[in-house]
């Protein structure tokens, strides 16, 4: 995956993350290719994706300007990817689903 691909992914990952926790997931799981649909159906998934966040969350403030803190983000994401493609196979869920 190229630089791009993994940002949209990755974003893509949180945002679901984020919908599932503040109870909207139900609708965003039906989107076919999503990564919502693929949380929706794997619990271990979810919470090893979730743990993953909730480590970043705890580890930034609200700025990220400086080199360390931007190797941090590159790295989380990368992380996030990682762990999602250990059980999605690459391609089948690329973060763009939320383009029109």
């Known amino acids: 995956m190229d630089e791009k691909s993994i940002i949209k992914l990755s974003e893509s990952i949180v ?3 984020v919908d599932f ?3 909207k997931g139900k609708m965003l799981s039906l989107v076919p290719g999503s990564a919502a649909k693929k949380l929706a159906s794997d619990t271990e998934l979810f919470n090893k994706l979730k743990e993953c966040y909730i480590k970043y969350l705890s580890s930034v403030d609200n700025k990220i300007d400086e080199s360390a803190e931007v190797k941090r983000l590159i790295d989380f994401r990368y992380e996030l990817v990682e762990i999602f493609n250990q059980t999605v196979p690459e391609g ?3 973060g763009n689903e939320n383009e029109n």
């Open 15 to 17: 945002s679901a993350i």
């Open 92 to 94: 089948e869920v690329t």
């Open 21 to 23: 926790s503040m109870g």
